[in-house]
């Protein structure tokens, strides 16, 4: 089935500093792949998405290129600030519509930046 | 942008007892509702699909006696654990599903924190 690898947290940075979370993924087919965030207290917002290879999804910041020959989507920032602290997941959802919102999770990464 | 309100947050219940988790879409309509799991240090799971008026489709594995799903609206969804046992403790969330005019979006509640002692 469906599978997704996260890179494990929790991981500590300085404001400014460079985020790499490391997500990849084992499914059949063209699944679509998101990145999900979580700050405290709050539901999971998405944060970007990519439905085919190669595309790249942004938002505030934060990108991610559909990589099929590698099986990732790894999600990048340049300059990390305090208010990026919240836990973020690493999801796809099947191929076919009827699928949509099925989501396959990574066990989630829990970013703290200090001033 | 749209919300999903999940209550309670948190709750302590003892072992036996039954516990109800609340899902409210608050300014859309929910034409489907997802409800996961997650224990610690695991990822989240998919426990159950849910569409307005029509019985749950339940994930491999997941008891549909012990986890009830009701879905009575489009703005309303519920999950009882019945006779919750210590293994039972994890970490609830739901998802609701809205078809629009050109997609289909995804809004998830804050979750629940359910400790069974």
């Known amino acids: 089935g469906d599978s997704v690898t996260q890179m494990e947290g929790p991981v500590t940075l300085s404001e400014e500093a460079f985020l790499t979370i490391n997500c990849t993924y084992t499914?059949?087919?063209?699944?679509?792949l998101f990145w999900y965030v979580q700050y405290p207290g709050e539901g999971l917002q998405l944060l970007l998405k990519a439905t085919k290879a190669d595309d790249k999804g942004s938002n505030k910041g934060f990108e991610a290129t559909y990589r099929k020959e590698t099986t990732s989507f790894h999600l990048e920032k340049g300059s990390v600030q305090v208010s990026d602290s919240a836990v973020y997941f690493c999801?796809?959802?099947?191929?076919?519509?009827?699928?949509?919102?099925?989501?396959?999770f990574g066990q989630g990464t829990i970013l703290t930046v200090h001033p | 942008g749209a919300v999903v309100s999940q209550h309670p947050s948190r709750v302590i219940c003892k072992s036996g007892t039954s516990v109800k988790i609340e899902c409210r879409s608050l300014d859309f309509q929910a034409t489907t509702m997802f409800w996961y799991r997650q224990f610690p240090k695991q990822s989240l799971m998919l426990m159950a699909t849910s569409n307005e008026g029509s019985k749950a489709t339940y994930e491999q594995g997941v008891e549909k006696d012990k986890f009830l799903i009701n879905h009575a609206s489009l703005t309303l969804s519920t999950l009882t654990v019945t006779s919750a046992h210590p293994e039972d403790s994890s970490f609830y969330i739901c998802?609701?599903?809205?078809?629009?005019?050109?997609?289909?979006?995804?809004?998830f509640g804050s979750g629940t924190q359910l400790s069974v002692l």
């Open positions: 998802s609701a599903r809205v078809v629009g005019q050109s997609n289909e979006k995804l809004f």
């Open positions: 499914a059949t087919g063209y699944p679509s």
């Open positions: 999801a796809l959802s099947g191929a076919g519509g009827t699928s949509y919102g099925k989501l396959t």
